[in-house]
T-cell receptor, first 113, second 112 residues
Framework: GPKVLQIPSHQIIDMGQMVTLNCDPV?????FYWYKQILGQQMEFLVN????????KSKLFKDQFSVERPDGSYFTLKIQPTALEDSAVYFC???????????FGPGTRLTVL | GEQVEQLPSILRVQEGSSASINCTYE??????FPWYKQEPGENPKLIID?????ERKQTQGLIVLLDKKAKRFSLHITDTQPGDSAMYFC???????????FGTGTTVSVSP
């Protein structure tokens, strides 16, 4: 079936540093999402991106977060600067349109020390 | 409100029996309710979904029911197998939105 890829699978960084999480969405999908999952808890919506713009974001999407997809390359989530509470697994998802199934990637485990 | 409550948090069943998970949502404008299965270290995978124009949907041993009046929906796994052991998440999406609001998850454990 359709696959969303995420790079890297794990990332360990020091608090205050910048990190960029990369997502390769399903080909031809137009809607992109980031979700955050703390160990043992549910996924929480961060942001939805379409046509080069943030369409929706939650309270978890702090000012230190930004997303972009320059020229159809990776859809990225950048956190600058990172904080300890940013440690989590970040899942990227994509869908063909806003009403369609969201396909999730394997996640990037981010550890902030 | 945007919360989705999910119960139980842990469900242990014998192989061959059924398992039921219940979710309630707050936003009456919600119109799409997917269920995801997540195995340890894996990505969540959609197993079944239901839209607000339906009350019941069934596919391959899974049944979902939606009660819009009560703002409640449920997943029923019939004839459980060890391969059904996983974390299950319900979710809701409100009309006009794209964000999935996930429930707190249910760990299902099927013993032989």
């Amino acid at each position: 079936g359709p696959k969303v890829l995420q790079i890297p699978s794990h990332q360990i960084i020091d608090m205050g540093q910048m990190v960029t999480l990369n997502c390769d969405p399903v080909s031809n999908h137009l809607y992109f999402y980031w979700y955050k999952q703390i160990l043992g808890q549910q996924m929480e919506f961060l942001v939805n991106f379409y046509n080069g713009k943030v369409m929706e974001k939650s309270k978890l999407f702090k000012d230190q977060f930004s997303v972009e997809r320059p020229d159809g390359s990776y859809f990225t989530l950048k956190i600058q600067p990172t904080a300890l509470e940013d440690s989590a697994v970040y899942f990227c998802a994509s869908s063909s349109d806003g009403r369609a199934e969201q396909f999730f990637g394997p996640g990037t485990r981010l550890t902030v020390l | 409100g945007e919360q989705v409550e999910q119960l139980p948090s842990i469900l242990r069943v014998q192989e061959g029996s059924s398992a039921s998970i219940n979710c309630t949502y707050e936003n009456s404008a919600s119109n799409y309710f997917p269920w995801y299965k997540q195995e340890p270290g894996e990505n969540p995978k959609l197993i079944i979904d239901i839209r607000s124009n339906m009350e019941r949907k069934q596919t391959q041993g899974l049944i979902v029911l939606l009660d819009k009046k009560a703002k409640r929906f449920s997943l029923h796994i019939t004839d459980t197998q060890p391969g059904d052991s996983a974390m299950y998440f319900c979710a809701a999406r409100y009309q006009g939105g794209r964000a999935l609001i996930f429930g707190t998850g249910t760990t299902v454990s099927v013993s032989p």
